[in-house]
C-alpha cells in the first residue's frame, strides 16, 4: 500500500498538488468522523470499529462525488487505508499480523463502499438509510433520529470536503 502512495505522490510537482489536495480533502473528512464519533453522539461506544463504519461510508459519500477526478479518488482511497494501518499500529498491531488485518479492513470496505455508493448513484436515501443501519448501528433501528442525523449530515459531507479542492 505504501508502495501505491509512493507512486501516486512521486516527487513531482503536480503530483505534489494532489497530494496537498488528498491530504486537504483526507483530513476533512477525518475531522467529520472524530465529530460525529466523539461523546457517544451516535449512541454508541467510540472505538476502532465505529470510526472505520463511519469512516468508509463518509469516503464513500465523498467518492461518489469524485466521480470523474481519478487521480483524487484513488488518492483518497489509498490514504483512507493507510490512515487504518497507521492506527492498528497504533494499537499495537505488529508486522506479522498487519497483513491479515489490512485485508480484512480492505474486503469489509469494499462491500460496504459499493452498497453506500450504489444507493447514491441511484439516489436512493432509502437503501443508504439501510445500509446505514445495518453497518454503522449493527443493524439496530431503534436510534431512527440518530440514523437521520447523520444521514442528513453524510449527505451534506461532499460539499464541506470539497469546497476549497475544486477549483
Known sequence: MTFLLSRLFAGR???NELRQRVMAMHGR???????????????LKDDFSLR???MILAVAVVLVALKDEQDLLQGLWDMTFEGFEESLRQRGVNDIRIGARMRVIIHNAMGRCRAYMGAMKAADEGALRQSIVRNVFNGVES??????ILLSSVLQLPQRVLDDNYA
Open 13 to 15: 510537482h503536480q503530483n
Open 52 to 54: 472505520f463504519e463511519v
Open 143 to 148: 436510534q431512527q433520529e440518530t440514523v437521520e
Open 29 to 43: 473528512i477525518v475531522d467529520e468522523v472524530l465529530e460525529w464519533t466523539r461523546e457517544d453522539r451516535l449512541g
